[in-house]
């Protein structure tokens, strides 16, 4: 257990469903991401709420619709979704730090839930 | 820029041999360059981490390699074990507060008993 859980962990829907993915974090983190991870490909990331703010929005498709309602909780939405959107969509969560710190802040990643889309 | 490239995309070892993952990089703001694993079902997780002022760290059978010159780096598993099997991702940190990542391709590594 890492510390962040996804659910579900499988889902199947068609082109014209609407779904939604929910992720939660224990470990008190303040920065969440969704990332991508197709096969052959590397993981992409997708979305990231720092402080519960969006900070990144790499160029998603808007059939794709994240939302933070606190620093414990993301979700993803998910709307007239294409075939090609089948994927293992993963959460993780990190503390945010100064980079003066010289730490590595640590992505905890959750296990993901398997998107199939008919 | 952003891409990390890395190598081989599978790798089969046998028990007790040494297995060697690659990756380079064209951005030199990348200031930490952590490996993650991936078990079949479960997320990554965080296996080693190096920052590009050292050469080289080491944890148990592990050790990063890293060529700042040559903008590579590279994880070594020794002893190399069948529970060691799963799937191995580069990666390397933008910087930003919150630890933005991009990530190589993978390496699915099979070790034979």
């Known amino acids: 257990e890492t510390g962040v859980t996804q659910t579900p962990r499988h889902l199947v829907m068609g082109m014209t469903n609407k779904k939604s993915l929910k992720c939660e974090q224990h470990l008190g983190h303040n920065a969440m991401y969704w990332y991508k991870q197709s096969a052959k490909k590397p993981l992409e990331l997708m979305f990231v709420y720092s402080l519960e703010e969006r900070v990144e929005n790499n160029s998603v498709p808007s059939r794709f619709s994240p939302e933070c309602p606190n620093s414990s909780h993301l979700f993803l939405h998910l709307h007239t979704l294409q075939p090609e959107d089948s994927a293992l969509y993963l959460c993780a969560s990190s503390q945010e730090r100064p980079l003066s710190s010289g730490r590595y802040n640590e992505q905890f990643f959750g296990p993901g839930t398997r998107l199939t889309v008919l | 820029q952003q891409q990390v490239k890395q190598s081989p995309q599978s790798l089969i070892v046998q028990k007790g041999g040494i297995s060697i993952i690659n990756c380079a990089y064209e951005?030199?703001?990348?200031?930490?360059f952590p490996w993650y694993q991936q078990f079949p079902g479960k997320g990554p997780a965080l296996l080693i981490a190096?920052?590009?002022?050292?050469s080289e760290k080491k944890e148990g059978r592990f050790t990063i390699s890293f060529n700042k010159s040559a903008k590579q780096f590279s994880l070594h598993i020794m002893d190399s074990q069948p529970g060691d099997s799963a799937t191995y991702f580069c990666a390397a940190r933008s910087g930003t507060s919150y630890g933005k990542l991009t990530f190589g391709q993978g390496t699915i590594l099979t070790v034979h008993p």
């Open positions: 951005n030199t703001a990348f200031d930490y």
């Open positions: 190096i920052r590009p002022d050292v």
